[in-house]
């Protein structure tokens, strides 16, 4: 329930005090909120790049690509032919390495 107006002048000037205060408190709260949530932003954002980063490597992506070969071809049939195949990604690696 929103209170009358008073008809006091002195009253109606400690009323309009008031709410100019309770204004500006509610707009330094605001403020403060959102720069704590364009902080929290920030933090997330740079996570992500850092994460693309990572993704966006060749080795990470061989890695990726071997680990998943790796799963994929670890029934009992395949496991000669995964072994020689990871045998030779690890010289390959060893190869590139030396360059």
Do not use: T
Request: charged share 25%; net charge positive.
């Amino acid at each position: 329930m929103i209170p009358r107006i008073p008809l006091d002048p002195a009253l109606r000037a400690e009323r309009k005090e008031n709410l100019l205060l309770a204004s500006a408190l509610l707009r330094g709260q605001v403020q403060r909120d959102v720069d704590d949530l364009g902080g929290r932003a920030d933090g997330v954002a740079r996570r992500v790049l850092v994460v693309r980063g990572w993704l966006s490597d060749p080795l990470v992506q061989a890695a990726v690509g071997g680990g998943a070969a790796f799963f994929a071809g670890s029934g009992r049939a395949g496991r000669r032919r995964l072994w020689g195949v990871l045998r030779w990604g690890w010289l390959a690696w060893r190869v590139w390495r030396r360059r």
